[in-house]
């Protein structure tokens, strides 16, 4: 069995394996989206083909769509070279039941796939003509929240957005120049309107993505590369929107156990793959089951039936409310305490790390005691079994191989989101006190800890991949296992950082009791484990 445009013409081999199939001309929906695109998608990763391009498979699938999806990636171009183009753009999908039962399916709505390389001029050349197509009507992000990026942790702009700023949208390096330089194209053939839809697991997204592109805009206005009317085309809601949203689906790692299993199914060609930018990716994609979306409804082209395939599409607000609730006290927050922890406590398995006391107990605390009393209900899902869901059944699933490692990446980025909202909303609030919270901060306490790449058994601990990792080593280099009068004045200038944590955590009376846990928690081996048994008896 090959996964291509001709293996997946024997249907009977498929079927005998229970692989669901593509239920509509595939040939013909490759003819469509190439002249008439409509959906556009940057960031090619697993988030995308097991969960966004499943969505628009649904719809056609059922008839209510005619076109697939252009996918477009900016940042690992390997991911395009070696699981898009060898299969004909298609992916198997895995669904990892908490049973361990498999339920298999063949995505087929991916019609094209283009790296978004300006050297690479047949892309290229290909991304501008979509964009100056009338009939786009969404281009979608999924780039992790760095990819919004235009600073770094002191502030200053990156190296490849000052080139940017500087060189305008000839050669552009950064995603949000190459994306403001294709929005260009498409003013200047005829200003269309367009939706600008971030689908990143980030707070505001939409507004993020919005302020990036202009900051890039306003530079080209001011530096006279663009005219001012582009920067008034995007500041106009009616023309290009940038719709928030909120997202919520586990899309880990390949499995080698999911991998043992399609192999002997007969699928050929398996192999996971690691890319040099540590991507891993291979022609199947596993996830868990459940899966969210919700979109605020702002379309200025008009879009595609997505709430037929269960996506929620409201106002702003409900969205906002949606994504807070998950991104700051649900989800997010426990499980970057469960990645932290796990990390130093020696875990590779999220699920194994539910069945440990004390840190069950930890994100229970962290999410029912500490966060859900600052949440808003957003009416179309409720908060208590939203979490009662991720605690009892999402986390604890020991078919989804999620590990710590991947959870706790660019959590610099996060950090700020995850717990500083929460605190913010303590500090602001005339019921909560700030200086109550014991949990949250016992877990920032534990990121300066795993900082020191030394585990709870003082064994060198290989960190995972973070834009700000060797900036924020530097605060931590000088202090010792096992030596508390090394830790000195080390912390402050980290713990007072409002960039990345949302505030100054010693104006707002936690900074202090988070050096008091860690402390403690560098007394020495295995004093991660007994500070949190300490603590969560």
Not at 252 to 260: A, D, G, I, L, Q
Not at 263 to 274: A, S, V, W
Request: charged letters at 25%; hydrophobic letters at 35%; one cysteine or more.
């Amino acid at each position: 069995m090959k996964l291509n445009r001709n293996g997946i013409k024997d249907y009977s081999a498929w079927a005998a394996n229970q692989v669901e199939m593509p239920k509509f001309d595939y040939d013909k929906v490759l003819g469509k989206t190439k002249e008439e695109p409509k959906w556009l998608h940057f960031g090619g990763g697993n988030i995308f083909r097991g969960f966004i391009a499943a969505l628009q498979q649904n719809l056609l699938n059922s008839g209510k769509a005619d076109s697939g999806i252009i996918v477009a990636e900016t940042f690992d171009y390997e991911i395009i070279d070696k699981v898009y183009k060898p299969f004909d753009n298609l992916s198997l999908l895995v669904h990892l039941n908490p049973d361990g039962s498999l339920e298999k399916k063949v995505i087929a709505s991916v019609s094209e796939s283009l790296t978004g390389d300006t050297a690479r001029t047949k892309d290229w050349e290909r991304l501008k003509y979509i964009f100056r197509k009338p009939s786009l009507q969404m281009v979608s992000f999924t780039v992790t929240e760095k990819g919004y990026s235009l600073t770094g942790m002191s502030n200053e702009f990156l190296p490849d957005v000052l080139h940017d700023m500087e060189n305008g949208f000839k050669e552009p390096k950064s995603l949000i120049a190459k994306t403001s330089s294709l929005l260009y194209v498409r003013y200047l053939a005829g200003a269309f309107p367009i939706a600008m839809v971030s689908m990143d697991n980030c707070s505001h997204n939409g507004d993020r993505l919005k302020k990036s592109i202009q900051t890039i805009i306003q530079k080209w206005v001011d530096n006279e590369i663009v005219e001012k009317g582009f920067l008034e085309y995007i500041n106009n809601s009616s023309k290009v929107s940038f719709p928030c949203s909120m997202i919520d689906k586990i899309t880990p790692r390949p499995s080698e156990t999911v991998n043992k299993a399609l192999m002997e199914m007969g699928l050929e060609d398996t192999e996971i793959i690691r890319t040099s930018r540590n991507t891993y990716i291979s022609q199947f994609v596993n996830a868990e089951k459940p899966q969210y979306l919700v979109i605020e409804d702002q379309f200025p082209n008009g879009r595609m039936p997505l709430e037929d395939a269960g996506v929620f599409f409201t106002d702003k607000r409900t969205v906002e409310n949606v994504e807070r609730m998950k991104v700051t006290t649900c989800l997010n927050p426990l499980h970057t305490a469960l990645a932290i922890f796990g990390c130093l406590l020696g875990y590779t398995l999220i699920a194994d790390e539910m069945k440990n006391t004390q840190l069950r107990k930890l994100v229970e605390k962290i999410g029912y005691e500490e966060g859900m009393p600052v949440v808003i209900n957003p009416g179309i899902i409720d908060p208590q079994a939203f979490i009662d869901e991720v605690i009892n059944q999402r986390f604890p699933n020991p078919y989804i191989p999620d590990t710590p490692q991947r959870i706790a990446c660019d959590t610099s980025q996060k950090i700020s989101v995850r717990f500083g909202e929460t605190i913010k909303t303590y500090v602001s609030h005339p019921n909560y006190d700030v200086k109550s919270l014991t949990y949250i901060p016992l877990v920032i306490a534990g990121w300066c800890r795993y900082l020191m790449g030394i585990d709870d058994n003082g064994n060198i601990m290989e960190l995972s991949p973070d834009p700000m990792l060797e900036q924020l080593k530097t605060y931590i280099s000088a202090i010792e296992l096992g030596k508390a009068e090394t830790v000195g004045q080390h912390l402050k200038p980290l713990l007072s950082n409002d960039k990345i944590f949302g505030v100054n955590l010693y104006e707002v009376g936690l900074g202090e009791k988070i050096e008091g846990y860690f402390m403690e928690f560098i007394e020495g081996k295995n004093s991660v484990k007994n500070v949190l048994k300490k603590y969560l008896k």
